[in-house]
């Protein structure tokens, strides 16, 4: 043991009346916690992606990081049982005429324990095979009172021609899948927007998962199909796009670009008009996660503001002719872009873009 270097942080009045508190106090942060009458002391860094500690809850005897909500005994900082291989510093505490003093000197050892990845974390290689195209439908509805969707319909002869022309196919609905809304960890710190998701790393039940192994793992081309709601794409569609940022984020945090090589078409439908909106958006968001897009990268279909009688929409869109051959050119123009994207395999891994940087905290502080 070091000679102890009791540093004063603060007064027992300020400091007993929250149960945690950040200090931070000769360039070292601190998470301080007060329970029964008792301090601890551990780094404010969480082991993970260094998670400000400080700033996070008590549950029991364990502080909670407020990034991933991995969690640490707030007096020993030993992980929670089943991580108990996990250290963060502890610091001796004590109390001295209405001060509470820190010995900065004899902290114990950080323990990071290697923890196995997330399957979703292994490298992105393209698996050998035929092109693979996935259909992705984001319409909502009850799934036990399924009506005609005209995106979904439309969607189906995309991914059938697809089938039909070699390619192998998967169609996935938002509908079906169980996930959690994003939670905003963006907004908490760049950092702490992890890829894989930071939801899908502590729920595994969260169904997400299954579009992100399809979209940064599996598929060489996707079509993504839209209802049109109060002039925008579905709100499933939003919620999933939310989702998504941690795969922008791995650029602006890593420089990692997980979208290589694979093309995005889209079919919008609906009973009033704002495609090209709708359009715009979508373009423009898988864009940012690195799609390229086909010349003509949408069909879509609406009859416009004085058109509100919708069983007749319903029946024009299923037995639309030129919906339906407008879907197979569609499928052919994005694998075909694929294909050459995949024999050129020039995107680029990295990618340096003006103004777009996250900037690390240090020390979790
Ligand atoms: S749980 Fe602390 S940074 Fe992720």
Redesign the pocket.
Known sequence: MTQAKWTDIGALEGLSAQPVSRVRIDGTALAVTFKDGVFGVVSNA??????P?GEGRLDGDYVV?P????KYHRCSGQGEPGSETDFVPSYPVKVENGRVMVDLANATPRVKTPHAPHPLARPVTRAPGPLRLLGLSTTAMDAQNPRFSGSDHVLKAAVDAAAANGAETKTIKLNDLNFRTCEGYYSKAAH?C?WPC?ITQMDSKDQMDQVYEALVHWADAIIVATPIRWGAASSLYFKMAERLNCVQNAITIQNRVLIRNKVAGFIIIGGQDNIQSVAGQMLGFFGELGYVFPQFPYIAHSRGWTHEDMENNVRIVAHSEELRKGAEELAERCLGMARTLIDKDEAPASIERGGRKAHRLIGGD
């Open positions: 969480c082991n993970h992606v260094g998670g500690l990081c990034w991933h909500g991995w702490a992890t930071s």
